[in-house]
């Protein structure tokens, strides 16, 4: 990977951190599948914590380095949390993800088996 690339990288890795671990509206949108808004709250907490806290990033969960993935299990259930970007009006891609002038975040957590 070149400077730039490197660069790039480390800019969307450090917004899409900051919305992983804090859910600060300012940061991004947060939003939960179905399959795990029907799981029971003491769960869904727990799920929300494992998030915030995940680390176990590696090249198979995050080829370019943007922490923009990642998988993880409770009670022998795996879930995927994800963050896409987003134009500011939501209604296509974000031209620069390294802006969070033009970026809006969308942090997704889901059941492996909604993806």
Not at 58 to 86: C, L, M, V
Request: negative net charge; glycine residues 8%.
């Amino acid at each position: 990977m070149d400077i730039a690339a490197c660069d790039r990288a480390g800019r969307i890795r450090e917004l899409n951190d900051q919305l992983r671990t804090t859910f600060f509206l300012r940061h991004g949108r947060v939003l939960i599948t179905s399959g795990v808004d029907a799981l029971p709250v003491a769960l869904k907490t727990g799920i929300v914590e494992k998030v915030k806290a995940f680390e176990d990033f590696e090249r198979g969960n995050d080829p370019h380095q943007e922490h923009d993935f990642g998988s993880f299990a409770i009670e022998g259930q795996t879930f995927y949390w994800k963050i896409d970007y987003y134009a500011p009006t939501l209604d296509g891609g974000s031209e620069d993800p390294t802006d969070p002038d033009m970026t809006t975040r969308v942090l997704t957590i889901m059941l492996a088996e909604e993806y």
